[in-house]
Structure formats: structure tokens, C-alpha cells
């Protein structure tokens, strides 16, 4: 296949219609960045929505630069992500008692003394709201129909017909070439890809809140502690407070406050971003099981919350789905409904995006006579990679919840999230033109998807897939114990 190179531009016009009709079921990130790719590869795009709106409320994620490198195909959104981005944060870090550990570098500067490359940072984190708002004055623009109140209750193909589809809550049918699943976590396409993957309970919960900074107007010396940085204070500065078992973090912004604490589980969570709680129920239990208390700022801040703001988010774990295609290939789940990941892996929204844009590249590559090879191809690209990113939050989770402060003091990178070059430097736009032909072949042969060895590796260097499972994964990290396998996943 024909190669691109990573500073072209190719906006919508830049591909002959594929005739590719694609039906994309959620408007979540995955969903979004499908149905703008899918359009820019020439393929037709119908959406459903389950709400009767798009929800642009939250806090903050991490996106990866491999996730945002096809912003180079869209200038008007490029433009505005540089807008919203927090291109010139600080970053600085506590104990959970409070006692400062390391002091504010910019994010740049920490990137330079691990070794990295400042100007091209392995991703930023972004606020929810803005991030949604930006896809949808795309979406917008390119005209895409979004079907709101489309609740999809099961999924379906007819390989005869050489179509699949969905069926909704009100007995309405839509149908297309190819279905995108893009639901998220319990997606009722997982029964025809490959079977439901059961919700285990972590014991794990993650009290969020996203609110205006002028309610830290009440209490002036706290707002003093958790101003901006820079020399005029108007640069934002995330602060993270590790302790044993938990972590905290307090992103401050203009504008915006945004503040997150993982803790155990008090029985006041659900697995759902509208649940709310108040103050008193995060003060009751947050010293709970704690020797040292934690500190008592981050106890001021949460008095300040406005009401129904705090969000109760338990944490559910889910091994891996054994299968993301239909037996026809003619459906195919992306983003969470195909990988959920732990909070601290930062991957989550990464390697949602990575699934739009390697899919659409995908059946833009195969046409229209040959969708299901398509599917097929991609869901090879995208199952060893994301299966290893999921590892990651369990190495992650292990340096946050576990931190060894004696060699923090000596190298600052180990209080800090892993973000390896095996994942950000990753192009899936340009892997799938470079390697399509290869891993489709492969495919053909019935070679293995752990043993293609003619497909350069989109994960960890000299790594052998190895199946694993939630439960070992999890006792490795409260034994401090994680063990990646093989290769290199630095």
C-alpha cells in the first residue's frame, strides 16, 4: 500500500467515495473520531445515540500524541485543540500527608530529565468538555446526522446479505456494511463478538469533581496554595498527592478546578458518571485504614465542592474480550466496549482514538467488496497493542499506590505514570498503510495472531503475547509485584 508521510495533510476530499456504508452505535470519544475519519476516507455515516444529547460534562483525561497525530487532516480542529490545550503546565508533587516531594517543573522539564524529547510531548491532559465540544463544531461542520433517543439493544448480520445491523429498545432497525460498536463497557455487542465479559468489583472507587475556581474565593489561603503557576500565575499547574493505596490529583486551570482521588470503596458507588455524593460522605471515609491522615488542604478543597458535583465512580474490573468481530466480520467493537482501562493507565482515551482511525483507515484500504477482511485486519493490529496497554495500568497503579519515596528522592520519574515510546510514537494511520497487506495475507494463511512475524510490533519491543487476567494481575499490585513479560516496555 501506498505510504503517507506524518506531515501530510489529507482533509475530506482527499479520498474517492469508498461506498462503505457505516453505522457507528455511541458518541463517546471512539464514536466521534470514527464518524469524522469515516467521512474523511469516503465512507457513509449514519450515528445513534442513546440520549437524547451528546454529554459533554466531566473533568479531565489524558490523551496520547498517537491519538492525536490525524489532527494533522483536520486544520480547524487542529487549530482548536491548540486552543483548549495545556501546552505550558506544571507539575508538581506530595505525599498524601501533605509533606512536598517534588517540586513544580514544567511538564516540559520533567519530560527532559526522563530522557525525553520537550517539543514533542507523549500526550497532555485535557478537559473533558472542551475536548467534546471541539468533535462536535467537527462533526458539525462535516454534517454528519447524529439519531438521538436511539437506545440499541441488540446487535445482528446477515452474511448472506452481506450486511449487519442493530436492533433498538422500540423495535426500529438500522443496517449497514459494517457496525461499529462504540457503546462502551457492557456493550450489548459483546454477546455476538464473542460472549459478555463479567464486571468483577476492584474494592477500588474514584471521587471526581470538575467545578469553577471562584468557589476557592471562600477560602483565600487555600486558593494561594492552589494558584497557577508561571511568573504571572496564569499557567496551570497539576499537583498529585500519592499515598499508600491511593492517589489524589488537583488540576487548576483558568477557570476550571478539577480534583480526583482513587480510594477503596465506601458503598456509596455506582458504576456511573451521574452518581453523585456530597462532601461529609468523602471526609467520613477518606482517613480510613490510613496511619497519617491525609493532608488537611486537600480536605478544605472538598468542603469548597459545589453540591452535586462530586462523582462516586466505582471502579469495576473486566479481562480482556476474547474477540472484538462478529463470525462475519461485519461488526466490530472500538474503545471500551472493546478494552476497558484502568484510571491510571492515561490509555483509555488513546486507544480509543487509535481504533477510529486504524478502522476507518482499514476499510478505506480493503473497499467496499471486502469489509470483512478489513475488519479482520484491524482488530489484528489493535489486539496484542491494546491488551498490553492495559498491563500498563497495573504498572502504574503499582507506582502510584505503592511509591518507594527513597528512590523518587534520586529519580523523580518513578512518582509518575509510565508512558513508554511504544505507545506514543505509534501512527495506526500510517501502521495500517505500511502493514495492511502483510497482516491481511497472514490472516489469509491462518497464521496465529500471537504469531505473525512479518508485521513489525505496534507494543512492547521483543514481547511475546502472554493471556492474563484480572484477579493475578490485581494480587500482583497489592504485592508490589507486577511482572509486564517479556520485552521491552520502556
Avoid at 26 to 44: D, F, W
Avoid at 69 to 94: C, D, V
Avoid at 355 to 373: F, H, M, R
Wanted: charged content about 25%; overall charge negative; glycine content about 8%.
Amino acid at each position: 500500500m501506498g505510504s503517507i508521510l506524518e506531515s501530510d495533510c489529507n482533509p475530506v476530499g482527499s479520498y474517492p467515495p469508498s461506498g462503505i456504508d457505516v453505522l457507528i452505535v455511541g458518541t463517546g470519544l471512539a464514536g466521534l473520531t470514527a464518524s469524522i475519519e469515516c467521512v474523511r476516507k469516503g465512507h457513509n455515516v449514519r450515528v445513534l445515540e442513546r440520549h437524547d444529547d451528546i454529554n459533554t460534562a466531566g473533568d479531565m483525561y489524558f490523551m496520547g500524541h498517537s491519538a492525536t497525530k490525524f489532527f494533522r487532516h483536520w486544520p480547524q480542529l487542529q487549530r482548536e485543540y491548540e486552543l483548549i490545550s495545556m501546552n505550558n503546565a506544571w507539575i508538581e508533587t506530595f505525599k498524601h500527608s501533605g509533606e512536598h516531594m517534588i517540586t513544580p517543573l514544567k511538564v516540559s522539564d520533567r519530560l527532559r530529565q526522563a530522557g525525553m524529547d520537550p517539543n514533542t510531548p507523549p500526550g497532555a491532559f485535557q478537559m473533558r468538555p472542551l475536548i467534546y465540544r471541539m468533535y462536535l463544531n467537527e462533526v458539525q461542520r462535516q454534517g454528519i446526522k447524529i439519531q438521538f433517543g436511539q437506545k440499541v439493544v441488540d446487535y445482528y448480520e446477515d452474511q448472506e446479505r452481506q450486511k449487519a445491523g442493530v436492533v433498538t429498545d422500540k423495535g426500529d432497525r438500522f443496517e449497514a456494511d459494517v457496525v461499529i460498536a462504540a457503546d462502551g463497557v457492557g456493550s450489548k455487542c459483546q454477546k455476538l463478538v464473542g460472549g459478555q465479559v463479567r464486571a468483577m468489583s476492584s474494592g477500588r472507587a474514584m471521587w471526581r469533581a470538575a467545578f469553577p475556581t471562584h468557589h476557592l474565593d471562600k477560602n483565600p489561603e487555600l486558593k494561594e496554595f492552589l494558584k497557577m503557576a508561571g511568573r504571572n500565575n496564569n499557567e496551570p499547574m497539576i499537583r498529585t498527592w500519592l499515598g499508600p493505596g491511593m492517589y489524589a490529583m488537583v488540576l487548576i486551570r483558568k477557570e476550571t478546578c478539577v480534583w480526583l482521588m482513587n480510594h477503596d470503596v465506601t458503598g456509596s458507588e455506582e458504576e456511573n458518571w451521574n452518581h453523585t455524593v456530597g462532601a461529609d460522605d468523602v471526609l467520613n471515609n477518606m482517613d480510613k485504614g490510613l496511619d497519617t491522615p491525609w493532608d488537611p488542604r486537600i480536605k478544605e478543597l472538598v468542603k469548597l465542592i459545589p453540591d452535586n458535583t462530586i462523582v462516586n465512580f466505582e471502579l469495576f474490573w473486566r479481562n480482556p474480550q476474547p474477540s472484538w468481530t462478529s463470525p462475519g466480520d461485519r461488526v466490530v467493537l472500538i474503545g471500551d466496549a472493546a478494552h476497558s482501562f484502568l484510571p491510571a493507565s492515561g490509555n483509555g482515551a488513546t486507544q480509543a482514538i487509535e481504533d477510529a482511525v486504524s478502522l476507518a483507515t482499514c476499510l478505506q484500504i480493503a473497499g467496499k467488496n471486502n469489509v470483512p477482511e478489513a475488519v479482520r485486519t484491524h482488530a489484528r493490529f489493535r489486539y496484542i497493542r491494546c491488551s498490553c496497554a492495559q498491563k500498563m495500568g497495573f504498572a502504574n497503579a503499582e507506582l502510584l499506590q505503592h511509591t518507594n519515596w527513597e528512590k523518587v528522592k534520586l529519580n523523580p520519574k518513578l512518582a509518575q505514570p509510565k508512558l513508554p515510546s511504544w505507545i506514543w510514537k505509534h501512527d495506526p494511520e500510517q501502521y495500517a498503510y505500511d502493514n495492511y497487506d502483510k497482516m491481511a495475507d497472514a490472516i489469509r494463511q491462518g497464521i496465529p495472531f500471537d504469531q505473525v512475524d512479518t508485521v513489525p510490533p505496534n507494543y512492547p519491543p521483543g514481547y511475546k503475547y502472554e493471556p492474563w487476567n484480572i484477579e493475578d494481575m490485581q494480587r500482583e499490585v497489592e504485592k508490589a509485584t507486577v511482572n509486564m513479560g517479556s520485552g521491552n516496555w520502556d
